[in-house]
């Protein structure tokens, strides 16, 4: 083994993190037999990143955040929703390179702290039994986003540099 494979981290040993104050979230649409929608913490993460990159919410983490390895992600190929983010905000494909992996992460991280923010705030604004119009919110949520969306006529290539 030489030098080069010494020093090399293993990408999938890489952390991805979420704010610890959407722990109730996770709780709420995880591990809540009752109103969960998710079987994995991973699942909802991924999610929340696309519901902020959808609405175009990035927030930056605090100290206090919780990890899961980028091979957990690895596992299902639920990374390639990290990359998908970091090419779609960079357009630039060297954003895939290992050595810009962890600037991809930080996108997927910001994406879903503003995305888990905005599912707060909805879910703060539903009125009614709160475990379970909340679930009605979200769906209310995401039903307008797909209304308002004309996919034909928004379609935008992606002019990406390699």
Known sequence: MNNIENTKI????RNVYRDRKHEHLVKLLVEDKETAIFDFNKELMVFAAMVGYCFN?????SNDRIQITLG???SSEDDGFIYLLALMEQRDATCLKES?????IK????YCNGGLDLIND??????GRADLL???????KLMEQLASNN???NNVELDVDF
């Not at 919410?57 to 983490?61: A, C, G, R, S, T």
């Not at 810009?100 to 991809?104: A, E, G």
Request: negative net charge.
């Open 10 to 13: 293993d990408w999938r040993n």
């Open 57 to 61: 919410v990035k927030k930056p983490l």
């Open 72 to 74: 957990t992600y690895a």
């Open 100 to 104: 810009h992996i962890q600037d991809s």
């Open 107 to 110: 996108i997927f991280e910001e």
């Open 122 to 127: 909805w879910f703060n604004t539903s009125k």
């Open 134 to 140: 909340k679930l009605d919110t979200l769906e209310e």
């Open 151 to 153: 996919l034909i006529e």
